[in-house]
Each structure stands twice: as structure tokens, then as C-alpha cells.
């Protein structure tokens, strides 16, 4: 086909598939970024039989529409969370589930694209959300401390956090693991997919439908919310430490702990 052709096939599949995503889903807004992604997908080689509607949703989501986030969730994960019940996930757990298969379709890549594209308009996406969830649901289950968030956790990721005092290690991890107990489960979730995973602020945004300042805010509230329960299980767990003894611990995890996740946060912003 000639090039002039195969430019004006583009352009006409680009034009099919902004038509239909605007008719589908009026609620996502066609930003700049959605567009461009459309005329990059219509210059893919063409498959015949393609869902136009999902294609769509699923190129709104990877370029950080909140709506199509939800539209997405709501149309895929809430409807295969019904097949999670003989897993008896608790609210923690089933966050933690939801996390891994946003990864697993946002964040990760295979051939320079996000997975969900490799699924996108073929029927076969309803299918990958389904298997995706239960699988991890189930490594969830046979393998829970790899969803903790730990001090140790922690510490694997930062030589800089670890202790030379056997006793106070201890201790800072039951503080830590108290501390972490005291947070509400997003927060759990938001710590733990950046500060052990690895997970940036801006995909964390993506995969939440939410703009990256709003997902910095969370983090640095959760991490906030982790320095205050630590000094409050500090006093708490160990009355018996004198005045000094309170403040050298305190100040190990509000110096050494809050410089290595501000670090961490300075990739975000």
C-alpha cells in the first residue's frame, strides 16, 4: 500500500476510534495525550474485529484518565470479585490484590506496551482481569508476608536503616510493625507499593485515576501518619526507657527512616 494510503487508513481509524470512545464513554475527557495515543494505536498494524469501545478505555486509562480508571474498575474488577470469595480475603488483603493486577496491566511492560494493550479490543481482556485477580489472590494467600509492610522490608531496601544494636532492632520492629498496624489500609497499600516495590508516584496515579500531585499527597500523608504512630507506640511499648534512651530511638526513626522515604519521594515530585 502506498504511503499516502496507508497515512489516510490511519488517520480514518484514528477519527473510528475517537468517534466511538466519545459515544461510549462521554464521561472520559479527550485530553491531548488521549489523542496522541489514539493516532499512535491507529498507525499499529490494523486487526480486524477490533472493540473499539475497550480499545479506547484501555488507552484513556494507561494515559491517566480518572474516569477511565473507574470506568475500568467498575466494568473488570468489581465484577470478578465475586469469583476471590472461597479466598475469604479481608479488606487489606483484597486492596492488596486490586494493587497487583493494576500492576500488572499498568505498570508493567511487555514489547514497549503496557500489557493491558496487548489485550485490548480482542475479547480477551475480560478474561485476563479474571485470571490475573485470582492467581494473585491465591500467591496472596499461600504467601502472605510478601504483602507486609515491614521494617525489614525496609531495610532491604536501604543499608543506611540497618541497626548495630541487636535489643533496640528488636524493638524498633515491634514499634515498627505496631506503628503500621495503627494505619488505615490505603495507607498501608500506598507504603508499601512505593517504599518496598518500588511503584513511582506517577504510576500510582495512573493506577488509582487520580492526577500524580494528588498521589504524592497521599504518600507523604501515610508516611506522616507512620512517623507519628511509631512515636506514640514508642511511649506506649517501652515506659521503661528513660527520657534520653526515648528520644535516641525516636530520633534513629525520625531521622534515618524519614530521610531514606524522602528520598524515595524526591523521585516523584
Given at each position: 500500500m502506498p504511503a499516502s494510503s496507508e497515512t489516510e487508513a490511519a488517520e480514518t481509524r484514528a477519527q473510528a476510534l475517537a468517534a466511538e470512545g466519545r459515544r461510549c464513554w462521554p464521561d472520559i475527557k479527550p485530553s491531548p495525550r488521549l489523542l496522541a495515543a489514539v493516532e499512535r494505536w491507529s498507525r499499529l498494524p490494523e486487526r480486524p474485529g477490533v472493540d473499539l469501545r475497550e480499545v479506547y478505555l484501555a488507552l484513556a486509562c494507561v494515559e491517566g484518565s480518572p474516569a477511565a480508571m473507574r470506568l475500568f474498575e467498575e466494568r473488570y474488577l468489581?465484577?470478578?470479585?465475586?469469583?476471590?470469595?472461597?479466598?475469604?480475603?479481608?479488606?487489606?488483603e483484597l486492596a492488596e490484590v486490586r494493587q497487583r493486577v493494576r500492576i500488572?496491566?499498568?505498570?508493567?511492560?511487555?514489547?514497549?506496551?503496557?500489557v493491558v494493550m496487548h489485550?485490548?479490543?480482542?475479547?480477551?481482556l475480560g478474561g485476563l482481569v479474571r485470571v490475573v485477580m485470582i492467581r494473585e489472590a491465591v500467591r496472596l494467600r499461600s504467601s502472605p508476608a510478601t504483602a507486609e509492610l515491614t521494617l525489614e522490608a525496609l531495610d532491604a531496601r536501604d543499608p543506611e536503616l540497618a541497626f548495630t544494636d541487636g535489643e533496640r532492632q528488636e524493638l524498633a520492629r515491634r514499634l515498627f510493625a505496631r506503628a503500621a498496624a495503627a494505619l488505615t489500609g490505603r495507607e498501608r497499600?500506598?507504603?508499601?507499593?512505593?517504599?518496598?516495590?518500588?511503584?513511582?508516584?506517577a504510576q500510582i496515579a495512573l493506577m488509582h485515576g487520580v492526577h500524580r500531585a494528588t498521589a504524592v499527597r497521599w504518600l507523604?500523608?501515610?508516611?506522616?501518619?507512620?512517623l507519628q504512630a511509631f512515636s506514640r507506640e514508642l511511649r506506649a511499648l517501652a515506659p521503661e526507657l528513660s527520657r534520653g534512651q526515648h528520644e535516641q530511638l525516636a530520633a534513629w526513626f525520625?531521622?534515618?527512616l524519614e530521610l531514606s522515604l524522602s528520598r524515595l519521594l524526591t523521585t516523584v515530585s
Amino acid at each position: 500500500m502506498p504511503a499516502s494510503s496507508e497515512t489516510e487508513a490511519a488517520e480514518t481509524r484514528a477519527q473510528a476510534l475517537a468517534a466511538e470512545g466519545r459515544r461510549c464513554w462521554p464521561d472520559i475527557k479527550p485530553s491531548p495525550r488521549l489523542l496522541a495515543a489514539v493516532e499512535r494505536w491507529s498507525r499499529l498494524p490494523e486487526r480486524p474485529g477490533v472493540d473499539l469501545r475497550e480499545v479506547y478505555l484501555a488507552l484513556a486509562c494507561v494515559e491517566g484518565s480518572p474516569a477511565a480508571m473507574r470506568l475500568f474498575e467498575e466494568r473488570y474488577l468489581d465484577s470478578v470479585e465475586p469469583a476471590l470469595a472461597a479466598q475469604r480475603l479481608g479488606p487489606d488483603e483484597l486492596a492488596e490484590v486490586r494493587q497487583r493486577v493494576r500492576i500488572r496491566l499498568f505498570v508493567q511492560q511487555r514489547d514497549d506496551l503496557p500489557v493491558v494493550m496487548h489485550y485490548a479490543g480482542q475479547g480477551r481482556l475480560g478474561g485476563l482481569v479474571r485470571v490475573v485477580m485470582i492467581r494473585e489472590a491465591v500467591r496472596l494467600r499461600s504467601s502472605p508476608a510478601t504483602a507486609e509492610l515491614t521494617l525489614e522490608a525496609l531495610d532491604a531496601r536501604d543499608p543506611e536503616l540497618a541497626f548495630t544494636d541487636g535489643e533496640r532492632q528488636e524493638l524498633a520492629r515491634r514499634l515498627f510493625a505496631r506503628a503500621a498496624a495503627a494505619l488505615t489500609g490505603r495507607e498501608r497499600c500506598l507504603l508499601r507499593l512505593h517504599y518496598v516495590r518500588g511503584v513511582s508516584g506517577a504510576q500510582i496515579a495512573l493506577m488509582h485515576g487520580v492526577h500524580r500531585a494528588t498521589a504524592v499527597r497521599w504518600l507523604e500523608s501515610a508516611r506522616l501518619h507512620l512517623l507519628q504512630a511509631f512515636s506514640r507506640e514508642l511511649r506506649a511499648l517501652a515506659p521503661e526507657l528513660s527520657r534520653g534512651q526515648h528520644e535516641q530511638l525516636a530520633a534513629w526513626f525520625n531521622t534515618h527512616l524519614e530521610l531514606s522515604l524522602s528520598r524515595l519521594l524526591t523521585t516523584v515530585s
